[in-house]
């Protein structure tokens, strides 16, 4: 099935918003409680101006972070990713913030594309959740490997261990 994947505008953040959600619980319907999942569909209507403001910010200041939308044949949201400059201090290459596919596109290509999009071959890091099996394969098959960093999510995460992961630079 193609996908189409373009930059996310101030346009999609409700698409976005509600496709980051879907993700969330897919792909932590086995390690997260009930609660975890009632806030995050109780939080959407907040989640989407927040996206709202994050996209209008991003294509007033270049450099910052950018998201992309990827949809299917039929142009409805089935994908996203976020990327941009580092967050840590101590890791100031590009960040991929996150990648989520819904479980119909699993198996398509789609989250490679998605991520060739987000950070080409460019050295990167990203934190990846404990027990998240199936992501950190694919990140391992991506030149991604742990750096030795660990933390605990808050308290929305309900303080589940992640972890980070890095991989040098592809191109060369």
């Known amino acids: 099935m193609p996908y189409v994947i373009r930059p996310a505008t ?17 792909t932590y319907e086995h390690i997260m409680p009930r609660e975890y999942h009632d806030y995050y569909d109780a939080e959407l209507p907040a989640l989407i101006e927040r996206r709202r403001a994050a996209f209008a910010e991003a294509e007033r200041t270049p450099g910052s ?44 290509g789609l989250g490679q594309r998605l991520l060739d999009t987000a950070i080409g071959g460019r050295a990167a890091y990203l934190w990846i959740l404990n027990d998240n099996p199936r992501a950190e394969r694919f990140y391992v098959r991506n030149g991604f490997g742990p ?8 308290p929305t995460w309900h303080h589940r ?7 040098p630079d592809q191109t060369a």
Request: aromatic letters at 6%; a negative charge.
């Open 10 to 26: 101030v346009d999609d953040a409700e698409a976005y918003a509600r496709t980051h959600v879907a993700g969330l619980h897919e």
């Open 65 to 108: 972070a950018r998201s992309w939308l990827a949809s299917d044949d039929e142009g409805e949201p089935v994908g996203i990713a976020t990327s941009g400059p580092g967050r840590d201090d101590d890791r100031p290459d590009f960040e991929l913030h996150h990648i989520y596919t819904l479980r119909s596109t699993h198996g398509t």
């Open 147 to 154: 750096d030795g960093t660990s933390m605990l999510c808050g």
């Open 161 to 167: 261990p992640m972890f980070r992961m890095h991989r």
